[in-house]
């Protein structure tokens, strides 16, 4: 669940990622031929999956599918950047609650800080969004593309950077960004 939540975070701007279930993995990499789910167990890994995803904050909705490979079944689950902003998911969806203890609902999140933001390739061009921002308070995303030189998908990818700090608060649907907290 963590993973699909960074997916769909997508602090890299590479509209998120794959989860292959059903391939082994050996030094980290893909091993070949894949092992496969059983037929049996396809429906109750999709609920599940389901399940966890329906804890991610704000609502998230993946791609999954069965796919059938060198005579294996996989499930393949397509993870895009969602445009809701920041994504988060429960610490731990497996604890079960005793009695007397509350169970840990605390959420974790893919959030960067700003200096993890402002140190990417990008640097210059978020730098310019925020520095438009300070000094106006605002921004929308038509004069972000105009103070950046950059196209719309850039820009909202800058913005989901920025987003993810929390530092500014806006969202794909919004006209205008603002920021609403004091940097460190």
């Keep these: 669940m963590h993973i699909i939540c ?19 993995t050996e030094n980290g ?19 599940k999956i389901f399940q966890y995803c ?13 796919v059938e490979y060198q005579g294996v079944n996989l499930v393949y689950l397509k993870c895009a950047e969602g445009d809701a902003g920041s994504y988060q998911a429960p610490v731990d969806v497996y604890s079960k609650k005793e009695v007397g203890k509350e169970q840990d609902r605390t959420m974790k999140t893919s959030l960067k800080k700003m200096s993890e933001v ?3 390739k990008d ?6 969004i925020v520095s438009f921002m300070e000094e106006h308070g605002e921004i929308t995303p038509k004069e972000a593309e105009a103070v950046t030189g950059k ?3 850039t820009v909202r990818r800058y913005f989901k950077m920025l987003t993810g700090t929390r530092y500014i608060e806006g969202s794909t649907n919004n006209i205008v ?3 609403v907290a004091n940097l460190p």
């Design 123 to 128: 640097y210059n061009k978020v730098s310019t």
């Design 54 to 66: 329906n804890k991610i904050e704000p609502r998230y909705i993946h791609k999954i599918e069965i």
């Design 29 to 47: 990499l893909p091993a070949l031929p894949p092992i496969g789910v059983p037929n049996v167990l396809l429906d109750d890994i999709q609920l």
């Design 118 to 120: 402002l140190a990417q």
């Design 6 to 24: 960074g997916y769909a975070n997508d602090i890299a701007g590479v509209d998120g990622g794959y989860l292959v279930i059903g391939v082994k």
């Design 151 to 153: 196209s719309a998908a």
């Design 177 to 179: 960004y603002r920021i």
